[in-house]
Nanobody
Framework: VQLQASGGGLVRPGGSLRLSCAAS????????MGWFRRAPGKEREFVAG????????NYADSVKGRFTISRGYAKSTVNLQMNSLKPEDTAVYYC?????????????????WGQGTLVTVSS
């Protein structure tokens, strides 16, 4: 299976972007999914996760109330709606599929990774 992330770009502070992640090769309908990001000069960090059935959502404290993760109708797509973006949200965002049906904040629980999409928040 391959994961393809899209939707990144340049946005002004306070703006919004919607990232999408689509699976191909086989379905990931029974897998938890997550979004991670790596900012320049920093370690990769967890952003948001969602369980196989659209439940079990969790978020990093830094994005709570601003970001929303959801699954598409067919459950093989995962979206990340990002509102009220800040310059510190600038990073390459990666989607990943969990080994398990639930999501996890730990990257070692994810065994399939997309290629990343760049989000730049700047005026």
């Amino acid at each position: 299976v391959q994961l393809q992330a899209s939707g990144g770009g340049l946005v002004r502070p306070g703006g919004s972007l919607r990232l999408s992640c689509a699976a191909s090769g086989r379905a990931v309908t029974n897998n938890g999914m997550g979004w991670f990001r790596r900012a320049p000069g920093k370690e990769r960090e967890f952003v948001a996760g969602i369980g196989w059935n659209g439940g079990n959502t969790n978020y990093a404290d830094s994005v709570k109330g601003r970001f929303t993760i959801s699954r598409g109708y067919a459950k093989s797509t995962v979206n990340l709606q990002m509102n009220s973006l800040k310059p510190e949200d600038t990073a390459v965002y990666y989607c990943a599929a969990s080994r398990f049906a639930v999501s996890s904040i730990y990257s070692y629980n994810y065994n399939i990774w997309g290629q990343g999409t760049l989000v730049t928040v700047s005026s």
